[in-house]
Protein backbone atom coordinates (compact mmCIF):
# COMPACT_ATOMS: atom_id res chain seq x y z
CA UNK A 1 0.00 0.00 0.00
CA UNK A 2 2.53 2.23 0.87
CA UNK A 3 4.71 1.62 -2.55
CA UNK A 4 1.27 2.64 -4.37
CA UNK A 5 1.40 5.85 -2.49
CA UNK A 6 4.71 6.67 -3.14
CA UNK A 7 4.36 6.04 -6.70
CA UNK A 8 1.20 8.10 -7.48
CA UNK A 9 3.23 10.91 -5.47
CA UNK A 10 6.10 10.47 -7.67
CA UNK A 11 4.07 10.18 -10.95
CA UNK A 12 2.24 13.80 -9.79
CA UNK A 13 5.38 15.14 -9.29
CA UNK A 14 7.22 14.33 -12.43
CA UNK A 15 4.23 15.39 -14.05
CA UNK A 16 4.18 18.56 -12.61
CA UNK A 17 7.67 19.18 -13.82
CA UNK A 18 7.70 17.97 -17.73
CA UNK A 19 4.33 19.47 -18.41
CA UNK A 20 2.99 15.91 -18.98
CA UNK A 21 -0.07 14.39 -18.70
CA UNK A 22 -2.08 11.16 -18.74
CA UNK A 23 -4.06 9.60 -21.36
CA UNK A 24 -7.53 8.54 -19.38
CA UNK A 25 -7.69 6.10 -22.54
CA UNK A 26 -4.34 4.98 -23.26
CA UNK A 27 -3.39 5.42 -19.61
CA UNK A 28 0.10 6.71 -20.92
CA UNK A 29 1.97 9.92 -20.18
CA UNK A 30 1.98 12.23 -22.78
CA UNK A 31 4.52 15.15 -23.98
CA UNK A 32 3.80 18.24 -25.36
CA UNK A 33 6.11 19.16 -28.19
CA UNK A 34 9.11 20.79 -27.55
CA UNK A 35 8.50 23.72 -30.07
CA UNK A 36 4.68 24.26 -29.01
CA UNK A 37 4.87 28.38 -28.69
CA UNK A 38 4.15 29.26 -25.02
CA UNK A 39 2.66 33.18 -25.91
CA UNK A 40 -0.78 33.82 -26.88
CA UNK A 41 -1.09 35.53 -30.16
CA UNK A 42 -1.99 39.40 -29.91
CA UNK A 43 -5.74 39.57 -31.46
CA UNK A 44 -6.76 42.34 -33.42
CA UNK A 45 -8.81 43.97 -30.66
CA UNK A 46 -6.30 43.65 -28.80
CA UNK A 47 -3.65 45.59 -31.03
CA UNK A 48 -6.67 48.13 -31.61
CA UNK A 49 -6.73 48.81 -27.96
CA UNK A 50 -3.32 50.36 -28.07
CA UNK A 51 -4.91 53.33 -29.78
CA UNK A 52 -8.02 55.02 -28.71
CA UNK A 53 -9.54 58.22 -30.78
CA UNK A 54 -10.14 61.95 -29.23
CA UNK A 55 -12.05 64.47 -30.49
CA UNK A 56 -9.86 67.89 -31.30
CA UNK A 57 -10.57 70.94 -32.93
CA UNK A 58 -7.93 72.54 -35.00
CA UNK A 59 -7.59 75.62 -35.79
CA UNK A 60 -6.54 77.02 -39.57
CA UNK A 61 -6.65 80.20 -41.34
CA UNK A 62 -9.76 81.39 -43.35
CA UNK A 63 -8.13 81.81 -46.84
CA UNK A 64 -6.08 84.87 -46.30
CA UNK A 65 -8.16 86.66 -43.86
CA UNK A 66 -5.52 86.44 -40.98
CA UNK A 67 -8.06 85.07 -38.99
CA UNK A 68 -8.45 81.18 -37.87
CA UNK A 69 -11.59 78.88 -37.88
CA UNK A 70 -12.15 75.43 -36.89
CA UNK A 71 -12.21 72.07 -38.41
CA UNK A 72 -13.10 69.45 -35.83
CA UNK A 73 -11.82 65.69 -36.32
CA UNK A 74 -10.87 62.41 -34.74
CA UNK A 75 -7.91 62.11 -34.02
CA UNK A 76 -6.08 58.31 -33.89
CA UNK A 77 -3.67 58.27 -30.72
CA UNK A 78 -1.67 55.71 -30.42
CA UNK A 79 -1.12 54.46 -26.71
CA UNK A 80 3.08 55.34 -26.75
CA UNK A 81 2.36 59.00 -27.65
CA UNK A 82 0.93 61.93 -26.20
CA UNK A 83 -2.48 63.38 -27.21
CA UNK A 84 -1.37 66.54 -27.39
CA UNK A 85 1.51 65.42 -29.24
CA UNK A 86 -0.48 64.00 -31.83
CA UNK A 87 -2.73 67.51 -31.97
CA UNK A 88 0.18 69.45 -32.98
CA UNK A 89 1.01 66.68 -35.64
CA UNK A 90 -2.58 67.06 -37.33
CA UNK A 91 -2.40 70.93 -37.10
CA UNK A 92 1.16 70.81 -39.40
CA UNK A 93 -0.70 68.06 -41.87
CA UNK A 94 -3.00 70.87 -42.36
CA UNK A 95 -6.70 70.62 -42.76
CA UNK A 96 -8.89 67.86 -44.84
CA UNK A 97 -9.98 68.13 -48.15
CA UNK A 98 -13.67 68.90 -46.92
CA UNK A 99 -12.48 72.10 -45.67
CA UNK A 100 -11.12 73.44 -48.95
CA UNK A 101 -11.70 77.15 -47.11
CA UNK A 102 -9.20 76.34 -44.40
CA UNK A 103 -5.12 76.33 -45.15
CA UNK A 104 -2.57 74.81 -43.10
CA UNK A 105 -0.43 78.21 -41.31
CA UNK A 106 2.42 76.37 -39.90
CA UNK A 107 5.25 74.91 -42.26
CA UNK A 108 4.75 71.16 -42.80
CA UNK A 109 8.48 70.49 -42.17
CA UNK A 110 7.88 71.21 -38.72
CA UNK A 111 8.27 68.22 -36.59
CA UNK A 112 7.37 67.68 -32.97
CA UNK A 113 10.43 66.77 -30.92
CA UNK A 114 8.78 66.55 -27.55
CA UNK A 115 5.84 67.69 -25.00
CA UNK A 116 5.97 68.04 -21.86
CA UNK A 117 3.46 69.69 -18.88
CA UNK A 118 4.29 72.08 -16.01
CA UNK A 119 1.81 73.72 -13.88
CA UNK A 120 -0.93 73.61 -16.04
CA UNK A 121 1.30 74.73 -19.24
CA UNK A 122 2.29 72.61 -22.33
CA UNK A 123 5.87 72.89 -23.18
CA UNK A 124 6.76 71.99 -26.87
CA UNK A 125 10.00 71.90 -28.66
CA UNK A 126 9.24 72.37 -32.52
CA UNK A 127 12.09 72.19 -34.60
CA UNK A 128 13.67 74.82 -36.42
CA UNK A 129 11.30 74.32 -39.47
CA UNK A 130 8.57 76.19 -37.35
CA UNK A 131 10.48 79.64 -37.43
CA UNK A 132 11.17 78.91 -41.49
CA UNK A 133 10.64 81.91 -44.18
CA UNK A 134 7.33 81.12 -46.21
CA UNK A 135 8.36 79.84 -49.53
CA UNK A 136 6.13 82.76 -51.29
CA UNK A 137 8.25 85.65 -49.45
CA UNK A 138 10.93 87.55 -51.47
CA UNK A 139 14.66 86.54 -51.08
CA UNK A 140 15.48 90.13 -49.76
CA UNK A 141 12.14 89.99 -47.39
CA UNK A 142 13.50 91.78 -44.25
CA UNK A 143 13.57 95.22 -46.92
CA UNK A 144 10.05 94.87 -47.58
CA UNK A 145 8.06 96.73 -45.24
CA UNK A 146 4.94 94.45 -46.23
CA UNK A 147 7.07 91.18 -45.44
CA UNK A 148 8.76 92.52 -42.19
CA UNK A 149 4.88 92.67 -40.72
CA UNK A 150 3.61 89.26 -42.74
CA UNK A 151 6.44 87.03 -41.97
CA UNK A 152 5.84 87.77 -37.96
CA UNK A 153 1.68 88.21 -38.34
CA UNK A 154 1.75 84.56 -40.01
CA UNK A 155 4.20 83.29 -37.28
CA UNK A 156 2.14 84.47 -34.57
CA UNK A 157 -1.40 83.06 -35.89
CA UNK A 158 0.43 79.73 -36.26
CA UNK A 159 0.85 79.71 -32.37
CA UNK A 160 -2.01 80.50 -31.70
CA UNK A 161 -3.07 77.77 -34.05
CA UNK A 162 -1.64 75.67 -31.29
CA UNK A 163 -2.57 77.42 -28.20
CA UNK A 164 -6.30 77.15 -29.37
CA UNK A 165 -6.61 73.38 -29.98
CA UNK A 166 -4.27 72.65 -26.91
CA UNK A 167 -6.29 74.93 -24.43
CA UNK A 168 -9.47 73.48 -25.93
CA UNK A 169 -8.13 70.06 -24.68
CA UNK A 170 -9.76 71.47 -21.20
CA UNK A 171 -6.37 70.77 -18.92
CA UNK A 172 -3.78 73.74 -19.98
CA UNK A 173 -3.75 77.88 -19.43
CA UNK A 174 -1.01 78.16 -21.90
CA UNK A 175 1.58 76.84 -24.22
CA UNK A 176 5.37 77.44 -24.26
CA UNK A 177 7.13 76.95 -27.89
CA UNK A 178 10.66 76.39 -27.32
CA UNK A 179 12.33 75.74 -31.09
CA UNK A 180 15.46 73.16 -31.30
CA UNK A 181 17.73 76.20 -33.61
CA UNK A 182 20.37 74.08 -33.51
CA UNK A 183 19.92 70.68 -34.35
CA UNK A 184 20.62 69.10 -30.89
CA UNK A 185 16.82 68.19 -30.26
CA UNK A 186 16.69 70.58 -27.34
CA UNK A 187 14.51 72.93 -27.38
CA UNK A 188 15.09 77.29 -26.38
CA UNK A 189 13.08 80.00 -25.81
CA UNK A 190 13.41 82.37 -28.69
CA UNK A 191 13.50 85.71 -29.20
CA UNK A 192 9.60 87.65 -29.18
CA UNK A 193 10.44 89.61 -32.44
CA UNK A 194 10.28 86.43 -34.74
CA UNK A 195 6.32 86.40 -33.56
CA UNK A 196 6.11 90.38 -33.49
CA UNK A 197 6.87 93.38 -35.74
CA UNK A 198 6.75 95.24 -33.52
CA UNK A 199 9.56 94.09 -31.56
CA UNK A 200 13.32 94.48 -31.98
CA UNK A 201 15.80 91.90 -32.59
CA UNK A 202 18.12 93.71 -30.83
CA UNK A 203 16.46 93.51 -27.25
CA UNK A 204 16.85 89.91 -26.58
CA UNK A 205 13.26 89.61 -25.44
CA UNK A 206 11.99 86.17 -25.01
CA UNK A 207 8.77 84.74 -25.73
CA UNK A 208 7.17 83.89 -22.73
CA UNK A 209 3.88 81.17 -22.25
CA UNK A 210 1.61 82.27 -24.86
CA UNK A 211 -1.80 82.53 -23.59
CA UNK A 212 -5.18 81.93 -25.88
CA UNK A 213 -5.82 85.27 -28.34
CA UNK A 214 -9.85 84.63 -29.04
CA UNK A 215 -9.20 88.22 -31.39
CA UNK A 216 -7.81 86.12 -34.03
CA UNK A 217 -10.70 83.03 -34.22
CA UNK A 218 -14.04 83.75 -36.28
CA UNK A 219 -16.42 83.23 -33.50
CA UNK A 220 -19.95 84.84 -34.38
CA UNK A 221 -18.80 87.80 -33.09
CA UNK A 222 -15.48 88.39 -34.08
CA UNK A 223 -17.01 87.53 -37.48
CA UNK A 224 -19.13 90.58 -37.69
CA UNK A 225 -16.30 92.65 -36.17
CA UNK A 226 -13.75 91.42 -38.96
CA UNK A 227 -16.56 92.27 -41.76
CA UNK A 228 -17.30 95.77 -40.03
CA UNK A 229 -13.53 96.38 -40.54
CA UNK A 230 -13.36 95.32 -44.00
CA UNK A 231 -16.25 97.80 -44.64
CA UNK A 232 -14.38 100.56 -43.18
CA UNK A 233 -11.37 99.48 -44.73
CA UNK A 234 -12.99 98.92 -48.16
CA UNK A 235 -10.97 95.57 -48.60
CA UNK A 236 -14.05 93.87 -50.77
CA UNK A 237 -11.88 91.03 -51.42
CA UNK A 238 -11.88 89.89 -47.51
CA UNK A 239 -15.37 91.04 -47.00
CA UNK A 240 -16.86 88.44 -49.59
CA UNK A 241 -14.65 85.82 -48.09
CA UNK A 242 -17.21 85.91 -44.99
CA UNK A 243 -19.69 86.33 -46.45
CA UNK A 244 -22.02 82.76 -46.76
CA UNK A 245 -22.75 81.59 -50.60
CA UNK A 246 -26.26 81.45 -49.33
CA UNK A 247 -28.58 80.52 -47.00
CA UNK A 248 -32.69 80.70 -46.85
CA UNK A 249 -32.90 84.34 -47.76
CA UNK A 250 -30.82 84.45 -50.78
CA UNK A 251 -27.44 84.38 -52.13
CA UNK A 252 -24.01 85.72 -52.41
CA UNK A 253 -23.65 87.17 -56.13
CA UNK A 254 -20.66 86.73 -58.24
CA UNK A 255 -17.88 88.55 -56.58
CA UNK A 256 -17.34 91.17 -59.40
CA UNK A 257 -20.79 92.36 -59.11
CA UNK A 258 -20.40 92.01 -55.28
CA UNK A 259 -17.03 94.07 -55.79
CA UNK A 260 -19.03 96.88 -57.74
CA UNK A 261 -21.85 97.24 -55.73
CA UNK A 262 -19.90 97.96 -52.91
CA UNK A 263 -17.33 100.22 -54.72
CA UNK A 264 -20.47 102.32 -55.96
CA UNK A 265 -21.83 103.01 -52.49
CA UNK A 266 -20.59 106.62 -51.27
CA UNK A 267 -20.54 106.77 -47.60
CA UNK A 268 -17.87 105.47 -44.52
CA UNK A 269 -17.94 103.48 -42.21
CA UNK A 270 -16.46 105.68 -39.45
CA UNK A 271 -17.30 104.15 -35.82
CA UNK A 272 -18.95 100.64 -34.94
CA UNK A 273 -19.54 98.51 -32.06
CA UNK A 274 -20.45 94.66 -32.04
CA UNK A 275 -22.41 93.05 -29.23
CA UNK A 276 -22.01 89.87 -28.03
CA UNK A 277 -23.48 86.58 -30.05
CA UNK A 278 -26.91 84.53 -29.90
CA UNK A 279 -26.27 81.06 -31.16
CA UNK A 280 -28.72 78.74 -31.83
CA UNK A 281 -30.23 75.68 -30.13
CA UNK A 282 -28.48 73.46 -33.07
CA UNK A 283 -25.57 75.93 -33.19
CA UNK A 284 -25.65 76.35 -36.89
CA UNK A 285 -26.78 79.92 -36.49
CA UNK A 286 -25.78 83.11 -34.72
CA UNK A 287 -27.43 86.76 -34.04
CA UNK A 288 -24.94 89.79 -33.25
CA UNK A 289 -26.20 93.23 -32.69
CA UNK A 290 -24.33 96.04 -34.02
CA UNK A 291 -24.09 99.62 -33.47
CA UNK A 292 -22.46 102.00 -36.30
CA UNK A 293 -22.35 105.46 -38.17
CA UNK A 294 -22.11 105.62 -41.25
CA UNK A 295 -20.97 109.14 -43.05
CA UNK A 296 -21.31 110.83 -46.02
CA UNK A 297 -19.34 113.17 -48.60
CA UNK A 298 -21.96 115.83 -47.79
CA UNK A 299 -21.05 115.69 -44.25
CA UNK A 300 -23.86 114.01 -42.97
CA UNK A 301 -24.36 111.27 -41.15
CA UNK A 302 -26.53 108.34 -40.45
CA UNK A 303 -26.45 105.71 -37.03
CA UNK A 304 -27.67 102.36 -37.23
CA UNK A 305 -28.93 101.05 -33.60
CA UNK A 306 -28.69 97.17 -32.62
CA UNK A 307 -29.50 96.02 -36.00
CA UNK A 308 -29.32 91.71 -35.83
CA UNK A 309 -26.68 90.84 -38.01
CA UNK A 310 -27.27 86.51 -38.91
CA UNK A 311 -25.10 84.24 -39.57
CA UNK A 312 -24.61 80.73 -40.89
CA UNK A 313 -22.28 78.15 -40.10
CA UNK A 314 -21.02 76.37 -42.96
CA UNK A 315 -19.42 73.50 -41.70
CA UNK A 316 -17.44 74.67 -38.82
CA UNK A 317 -17.19 78.03 -40.26
CA UNK A 318 -19.25 80.91 -39.35
CA UNK A 319 -20.43 83.12 -42.69
CA UNK A 320 -22.55 86.34 -42.58
CA UNK A 321 -25.85 85.95 -44.53
CA UNK A 322 -25.57 88.01 -47.54
CA UNK A 323 -29.15 89.23 -46.92
CA UNK A 324 -28.08 90.64 -43.38
CA UNK A 325 -25.18 92.46 -45.24
CA UNK A 326 -27.67 94.11 -47.52
CA UNK A 327 -29.86 95.25 -44.26
CA UNK A 328 -26.63 97.11 -42.92
CA UNK A 329 -26.15 98.52 -46.02
CA UNK A 330 -29.11 99.45 -46.76
CA UNK A 331 -30.00 102.64 -48.96
CA UNK A 332 -26.37 103.57 -48.59
Not at 37 to 50: D, F, I, M
Request: net charge negative; proline share 5%.
Amino acid sequence: MKRRIAFAAGLAALMLLTGCSLDPLSGRLTTPPPDSPTYQPVSPSAENAARSELRANLYFELQDTGMLSTEGCQIDVKSDTQPEKTVIEALISGPSAQSPELKSIISPDTTVISVDTSDGVLMVTLSSEFLAVPSDAPADWESDAYWTAEIPRRRYLALQSIVCAITDMGEYDGVQIMVDTDGDRVGERVERYYFYSDASETDGTLMDVAHRDESVVLTPRNTVDAALGYIQGKDWDSLYELLAPGDINGERPAYDKFASDMSARAYTLSEYQVGDAMVSGDGQSATVCVDAQFSFRDASARDVSALPIRLVREGEVWKIAYASLGGLLEGF
